[in-house]
Structure formats: C-alpha cells, structure tokens
C-alpha cells in the first residue's frame, strides 16, 4: 500500500461566476486522520472534496499532498481516489472487471490485473460475487465494490462522497463500522463528506465543519461537540440548549441542562415528556416561545417525575455554559 | 377467475385490438399476398394463379451452374451489401459523433433540444427534393466542378462525382444520418455523468473512456440506428435510381424493374428474398443486444 501523507489546503477557493462555493479555507489533515467534512447541503463540502479529487480545480489556492503541490493535476496523477455517492460502478462490467478496470487503463495485463482485483475483493468480503453484474448486487455489496474499486489504485487519501447515504439505516450503521475498520488497517486517510452529524461523530478523528463556503469549525468530535464556537455549530451538531444569558448567548448541552421545581430565574412550561430508554427527552417553552429540551436520565425522572403544564426552571453548572457569538 | 380479473383481460385486449388491426390489415395481409403472388406462374403480360416456382427459379438462373462466376442476382446483391456496408459505417462514424457532441459536450438542456431539432431541419423537405439539390453542386457542370476547374486542380470535369456509387452513398449517408443519431443520443443521455467521471478518476484517457464506457452503454442505439438504416438502406430503390443515374442495380431496383414490366410474381418473390436477407442482418443484429429491455 502506498505511503500515508498529510493532506493541506491553502486559500482554497472554488467560484462559480458570481458564486462562492467555496471560500478561501485553510485545513491541514495529518496522515492517516479519518476526517469528516461535514455540513447542511449547499455548504461547499462536496465541492472541496471534488476539488481535492481533481474533478472540479480550484479557483485560487493550493491543495498540497505530502509535498506535492496537486492543485492542477489530473484526477488519477495525484495519489487520491474517489468513492462517488451513487458508487458509480460501470454497468457493463462485472464486479472484477470493475474492480479491475483503473489497472486495464494503465495497461495491466489480464491476468494480473484480475488477481490484483480479487485481492481486493477479498478485503472487502466480495469474493463470492465476483462475476456478477452490479445491477445484481444489493446497495451494501454495490459499495464494498466501489471501495475495492477505489482502493485498487493504492491511493494515499481516499475521498469518499456521502458513502453511506443510499443504505438503509441498519446497514449504514453495519457499513460505518467497516469504513473505520478498513481505515484503520490500510492506515491512508479518508476524507468523508456527510450532512450527518451522528455520523461524523462516530467515524471521525477530525471533523470540519462546513457552512456557507467556510469552515465553521473543526477539531476532534469532542471538541466540536463540547465546544462550539458558534450558535451554527451548537445546532447543527445538535444536543444542546441556546440560552440567551445577560453575558450573551450561550449553549448548553441539553443532558447537562438540569430543571429544578418552582419558579426560578429561568422559567418555562413542560410541554412534552418523552420516555426513549435511558433518558426521558422533557420538551420545554419559555414565556418568550423560546424552545428547550432536557434530557433527564430514567433514573432521576423516576424519582420525581415531571408532569407536563408544570412550571420549572432551567440551571446549569457555570462550567456546562459556552459562550456562542 | 373472478369477475373483475376477467374484465381486465378484457379491457387489455380491447385496448389492443386497434393496433392489432392496423397491424394485421396492412401488414400481415399485404405480406402473406406478396408470399402467394412470388409462388404464382406467369406469362410475358400475365399473372397465372396455379402454384409454380418460376419466379425465384428464373431469378436465381445460372447461380449455380456458372459458379464460380456470379450471377446477376449475385451480383447485385453482393453491390447492395456494399453498399449498405458503406452507408452504415459513415452513418455510424457520423451519427456516433454528432450524438456524442450533444450528449457530452452540450451542457444546456434547451441547447440539446434545440439542436435536436436543427438535425430535424433537412426532414421538412422530401427525400427526392433533398436527393436532387445534390445535382447542382456534383454534376458536370456542377459548383464543385467549376470550382476544381477554376482553381487549376484538374483539367476535365471529375465524372465520378454524380451517377455514381459515390453519390449514391453520399446521398444514402446524408439521408439517413439522423436515424442514427437519434437512438444513439438517446442512449447516451442515460449514461450516468459520475461513470465518466468514475472512469477520469482511474486513469483513463479520453480514448478510453469512449471505448471502455460510452461505446459499451451506447450499443443499444447502436443496434437500434443500425437496425434503421441497414433495412432502409437495403429496400432503397429511389435514391439508387436517382443519384445512380438508373445506372447502378440493388435489389430494391431490381424489385422495382419487374414491378415496371408487370411480371409480378418475380418481382414478389425478389421482395420475399429481399425481406428474407434483411431479416437475417436484423436478427444477427438483435443477437447482440437486448433490444426490448433498453426501451
């Protein structure tokens, strides 16, 4: 397998006319960092992966892999490889010849291309359908082809273009599962783009969080989650309470946002309780409209349950509170 | 069978029995007349109702006995398979650009379609008039000629340019072209954009990826617009005739030839031969593709 290498961009832009895409953004992913660009549709995240891919150029910066300067490069000279969403795998070709087909562009005889793809098959646990046709395979079999497929090349990043978002919610669990597995012994990096914050959470080593062309915030997905630099990041990742403070807004994670009896400085109405296993989702409203949720775990709501019309009071310990611009 | 899955069946043959008619009316009689007449005897000015063989004897006379010289039915055969042969390889070279050029390179929905429609343009005028405006610019005294003269290129007007095999095939290309364009571009256009950019991704060269990818998923329209212009292209006996100076024989004029000198039964059975030969091109065609599961 190729070596690992450290991935940079620098003043990366991506303009469309008028349009902004993708707005000057710097991001360093060290070798062998499982990352995810994360963000709502339409927030440049695909664009930047396709620039890093070579499929789109970039209006201005620099996309620097190891030390190589690939900004301008064809997409197969740069040491990348791409997963597309819709797998893209050639309707006219079995699953080895798919698996197969960058090695017979590069002149690889048959032979030794064909074993080179069962290799890979086999990473992938596809052995046994290799002389079918994708149209005979199911959407999990049709992406382990296209990640043998991508991965025939030995590329040192693999860019993976929301990967899981055409399974069904098992197997996107069964298949995120197998993305690190696969990530972690191959040791290249993967850059995966998702809308999913549950998913990038669970995958990622580094999630970048993209919105409006920028990068709203990136770091580790504790970091992101427990610290969100902004109002943005808090409610995208979700989880949490905004509170406007006398000091300025600020979030709270909504497990860590505690509601005492009576009225308080912060009051609001139970509205509705949710009981979902270990913790019971209480739904709050301020006299302002202002929404709120609480997760209370089953144990303390047992206790002293809540009933929904009462009145109660939101607190936090001052450690819990981050300030959001 | 219950009530309402009867009144089903019913309600799908009725909605059949239209098409079915047409069909059977205009085609399937016609054709089985044209089997009986090719089987009837004949005189010099009349057609004999009793069952003979004459009509595909007499035209096939001498084909074996002269062997292994050929004979005119041969002949003519071998000129129109020639013929068809060249038709479909410049229809196929061009119509495969032109459909790749709209399918790939245009990148508007509305220009698609416009252009299209601008390959539609030569159809609002008929065949013959399309054939004959070639005249002006090959003939003797024809724009090219006077053009070759004027420049100093040759010193007698190139004869081979009208009422010749070239002309016939340059009016036969240029006739049918769109009938290859048409499916061709339709089968293009369903080709996923993120294959192309799958198979730029591996490595391939542009080369490549027409050969490895477009040319395998275009083979439905291939076949399609190939099927089009190879039965057109055998049955032809107007532009033959008209861009051949009535010089050149294939098997559409020799159909026609008889039918002129109403010896009727020979030219039915040269029809059935004719039907005979393009089903078997069609049928070898379809072999190597499912024509039915692209549509």
Known sequence: MAEPAALELAGVTKRYGPVVAVDAIDLKIPAGTYCCLLGPSGCGKTTTLRMIAGHETASDGDVVLGTHNITTLEPSRRGTAMMFQSYALFPHLDVVDNVAFALHMRGVEKAARRKRAMELLELVAMTPYAERLPSQLSGGQQQRVALARALVTEPQILLLDEPLSALDPFLRVKMRAELKRLQRELGISFIHVTHGQEEAMALADLVVLMNGGRIEQQGSPRSVFNEPASEFVARFMGGHNIVTTVAGKVAVRCDRTRLARGDGPRPAFVGSIEYQGTHVHIGLRSADGTEYLALVPERDFDRDPFTAGSVVSLEWDETEAHPVA | MTPST??????????????????????????????MVSFWDYNDYEMIPTFSGRGYTETFEGCLTRLPEMCTMFKTYAKTLKLAALVWALTLLIGFT??????????????????????????????????IAWIPLLGRNGLINQGLLGLGLVDRPVEWLLFSEFSVVLALVHLFTFFMVIPIFNSMIRIDRSLIEAARDAGAS?????????????KPGIVIGSIFVLTIVMGDFVTVGVMGGQQIASAGKVVQTHLDALQFPVAAANA??????????????????????EL
């Open chain 2, 6 to 35: 009867l009144t089903r069946h019913m309600t799908a043959w009725a909605q059949a029995t239209p098409m079915a008619a047409v069909f059977f009316f205009f085609f399937l009689v016609p054709l089985a007349l044209v089997v």
């Open chain 2, 98 to 131: 032109v459909a790749w050029f709209l399918a790939f390179h245009v990148r508007s929905k509305t220009w698609q379609i416009a252009l299209s429609l601008v390959c539609t343009i030569p159809f609002w005028t008929s065949n013959v008039i399309r054939m």
């Open chain 2, 206 to 218: 542009g080369w490549q990826t027409l050969w490895h990818v477009v040319v395998p998923l275009s």
């Open chain 2, 272 to 293: 059935v031969i004719l039907l005979g030969v393009t089903l078997i091109i069609i049928a070898t065609l379809s072999k190597l593709v499912d024509v039915r599961k």
